[in-house]
């Protein structure tokens, strides 16, 4: 057998696999996930219901880390990282449950299921930042806004950041260009501290573009 047959064989099992294989277990995970999320609303409180909620947060960190892998985008590196970060929320999960369903005890405060809780954020943070930065390399400071806001949810000052917005970003001043550009109108209502409410109006005819 030549060295070209056999590179065509291999190119044969390897489109075999990517064609057959992979969607295959795409929709066992999809079964699994949908069972685990009825179970979670279906079980009274207890152990088998917890394990249900950590399947669900676990199966969103294969999920990034998997699809990252499989898709290879052009920033993969925030894809990992954001799975890290949903690894670590189930690791906090996983140590509080099991102080309560088998430990049988009240979990202390702090304690380090809180840690994994924090790292969360930076991590979901981090990974965001990596992909408006590959978007827009330099300083795109209205979609680090933006960002930040998914992340913390503790709102802002729409006047200062109004400021930050410069030509050439897309943040929010791009979010409400384009809902205008369809005859909608974009609302944000923000106070620091409370949180952050976007509210789109759209009108019964676009208006032309």
């Known amino acids: 057998m030549t060295t070209d047959l056999r590179q065509q064989q291999f190119r044969r099992r390897v489109a075999d696999y990517h064609s057959v294989v992979i969607p295959r277990v795409a929709r066992v995970f999809l079964a699994v996930e949908l069972v685990l999320g009825a179970g979670y609303f279906v079980l009274p409180p207890s152990l088998p219901r917890a394990l249900a909620y950590c399947g669900l947060g676990l199966g969103t960190a294969v999920a990034l880390a998997a699809g990252a892998r499989r898709w290879r985008p052009s920033r993969p590196l925030a894809w990992y990282v954001m799975a890290v970060g949903q690894l670590s929320f189930v690791v906090g999960d996983a140590i509080l449950y099991t102080y309560e369903w088998v430990l049988h005890l ?13 790292a969360f954020y930076p991590l979901l943070a981090a990974g965001l930042l990596l992909l408006v930065r590959g978007r ?5 400071w209205a979609s680090l806004i933006d960002a930040t806001i998914i992340t913390t949810g503790v709102g ?7 400021e930050l917005v410069t030509d050439g970003h897309f943040g929010l001043a791009g979010m409400r260009e384009r809902v205008e550009m369809v005859g909608g109108r974009l609302v944000v209502d923000s106070v620091p501290g409370e949180g952050t409410t976007v509210d789109v109006r759209m009108t019964s005819q676009p208006a032309p573009v």
């Open 136 to 140: 827009a390399p330099g300083r795109d």
């Open 156 to 162: 802002f000052d729409p006047l200062a950041a109004r």
């Open 106 to 118: 009240e979990a202390p405060f702090p304690s380090v299921a809180d840690a994994f809780y924090l």
